[in-house]
């Protein structure tokens, strides 16, 4: 499985058909800041697993957030997310992060 985080940002990743990539990066909703998923690269990825994993210790530690992608199909997509609070809509997101996906037979 391809480990994808942070420091992959802006990057190209490839991955053989069936093979997993997995994105993990730190969110702390308690703070209204959640990972926003616009892309998922889904012309050649199906996304098989999101979810968010509390750190443990004191309320309002945050933890981090995961996204598990599975290459389906030859081509290349794009991972896009945004951190961003739900309703602020104008303002523009605290981070982002963009990947760029290649899968080959």
């Known amino acids: 499985m391809l480990e994808m985080a942070e420091d992959d940002n802006g990057r190209e990743v490839t991955l053989a058909m069936g093979e997993m990539a997995e994105l993990t ?6 703070t209204g800041y959640q990972w926003e998923l616009s892309a998922k690269a889904d012309s050649v990825c199906k996304l098989v697993k999101d979810e968010f994993e509390p750190a443990g210790g ?3 530690s945050g933890g981090v957030h ?4 599975k290459a389906v199909k030859p081509g290349s997509g794009e991972i896009e997310l945004q951190y961003r609070r739900p309703w602020e ?11 760029r996906v290649r899968v080959r037979k």
């Open 25 to 30: 990066l730190a969110e702390n909703p308690t």
């Open 89 to 99: 809509k104008n303002a523009a997101p605290a981070r982002s992060f963009h990947a």
């Open 58 to 60: 004191p309320t309002g």
């Open 66 to 69: 995961r996204w598990r992608f």
